[in-house]
């Protein structure tokens, strides 16, 4: 199943979500195979927020 686009919140979860729903059922994210589903899940997150074009971690130059 494609990935949702968009930067919502609710769009980024829903691909969260997607992705490691494939993980548990093939074992796989995409062509990798993470070992763990912690690593799983952390590689899921940083799919759908590169996907939505987002950053995990505020960038320097938002800081105050």
Not at 14 to 40: C, F, M, Q, W
Request: no cysteine; proline share 3%.
């Amino acid at each position: 199943m494609p990935l949702k686009g968009g930067k919502s919140q609710q769009a980024v979860k829903s691909n969260i979500k997607t992705l490691v729903h494939e993980y548990e059922h093939d074992g796989k994210i995409g062509n990798s195979r993470p070992g763990s589903k912690k690593k799983a899940v952390k590689q899921a997150v940083a799919i759908s927020l590169k996907k939505a074009g987002k950053s995990r971690t505020q960038s320097k130059s938002t800081k105050h």
